[in-house]
């Protein structure tokens, strides 16, 4: 049973919605004494806004592009690409940690950048079921990999602090504004030239200039060592 609520008298006030964004702007000032931190999280802004775009447009790009025979073989491919996608992440993770330990963070994270780079190249010629599977096999094996390493590499960026819970939520909101960025400019070249695969394509954009923060962002940890 949940416990009664007893009415305190205090107001809603304006500290109480404005506290959040001083915590984040707080955050924000705290990344001009940790530039590696910063390069870091503008690389992950950058690149993140492909990884989140890829993932929301797969199934409507499955649906548009690709030739099924029926409304039917559709549904189900679709489904199975879904899952293809979850299970393959698994391993896909598995695989990430194995050559962290052989190559580092920011070097894992530049070749899954690269593998996405190629991703978005070669579903410009995806048409067919099949092919569809491979791309979707190979969106699963990054796409958990570099999930899971982006969260573990910041983490391991942030300065001696206990106020852990701010800069995660930093975080995360450059995350969700990468997502509507992303999905912007992917809608609006959908819409402009009247061809998914374009739009799909001009994603490499965002992998491509993450590839170059990032050897940024390697280039700090080595100067500061």
Known sequence: YLPSHKKN????????????????RKVWQQLTTSPRLKWYLIAFFVYSMGVQTVMLVATYFGEQEIQWTSA?????????????IQL????GARLTVIAVRKW?????????NAIW???????????????????????GLVMGGIQTLSRS??????????????????YDVTEKIGIVIGMGIYGLIDQFTN??????VSLIIFFG??????????????TNN
Do not use: H, W
């Open 9 to 24: 008298g205090t107001k809603v006030t304006k500290n109480i919605l404005f506290n959040g964004f001083k915590e984040l």
């Open 72 to 84: 039917e073989e559709s549904t189900i491919g679709l489904i199975v690409s879904v899952l293809i």
């Open 88 to 91: 393959v992440a698994i391993a």
């Open 104 to 112: 580092g963070n920011i070097g894992v994270l530049i070749t899954l």
């Open 117 to 139: 780079v190629g991703i978005c190249l070669l579903s410009y010629y995806v048409y067919k079921p099949m092919q569809f599977y491979i791309i979707a096999t190979l969106v």
């Open 153 to 170: 590499t910041y983490s391991s960026y942030l300065p001696d602090t206990k106020d852990t819970t701010s800069f995660f939520s930093f």
């Open 195 to 200: 061809n998914m695969r374009n739009a799909t």
């Open 209 to 222: 200039l993450g590839i170059i923060l990032l050897f940024k962002t390697n280039k700090q940890q080595v």
